[in-house]
Structures are given as structure tokens and as C-alpha cells.
């Protein structure tokens, strides 16, 4: 099963059901957003919040021991939701 998957050393790619697609979380990006992350790929926890905007509005959402806490300011049906990361290996 997994849940992210780890790009390279800079960053990390998971599935938003939300969004119905992949968002990339930076952990090293000199001179942009990071975000710390706490190592662990079965139950991540990312913080701060990721706040994303495309052409249909705005995702954000908080990733906490492998749940997706999804914000009220998201445009999409899962605001003010929680669900389970999806397993990458099963898309």
C-alpha cells in the first residue's frame, strides 16, 4: 500500500478524492512554500495546512496520521470532511 509517494529528495505526491487529483507537498523548496513532515508513510502528518487554487477554486486541507481533514473554504464536496488517504498503488 502507499500513500505518498516520495519524488526525488524534494517533495512528496498524494491523491486528493476532493479534487479527484494528484497534489505535490514540498519538504525542500528553496525559495518557495515547505512543509515539515513527520517521516511516517503509513499514517503521514504534514503541516502547515496545503492550500491549493485551480481553475474551479480553492483545496485546503490538513494531513494528520494518514486523514485528510478538508477546510470549509474548499470549493469541492468533501469541505468540512474527513477521509483516509487513498492508496496510491490502487488508482
Known sequence: MALLRKKEYEYYVFHCPGCN???VIYTRNPGGP???FDG???K???SPSIK???HL?????V???????YCG???????????????????
Open 34 to 36: 515547505e512543509w515539515t
Open 40 to 42: 511516517n508513510m503509513e
Open 73 to 91: 473554504d474548499c470549493f469541492h464536496e468533501q469541505q468540512n470532511k474527513i477521509c483516509q488517504m487513498v492508496d496510491l498503488d490502487r488508482q
Open 57 to 61: 477554486g480553492i483545496c485546503h486541507l
Open 21 to 23: 487529483e494528484d497534489h
Open 63 to 69: 494531513i494528520t496520521k494518514g486523514e485528510i481533514h
Open 52 to 54: 491549493r487554487t485551480n
Open 44 to 46: 503521514p502528518t504534514f
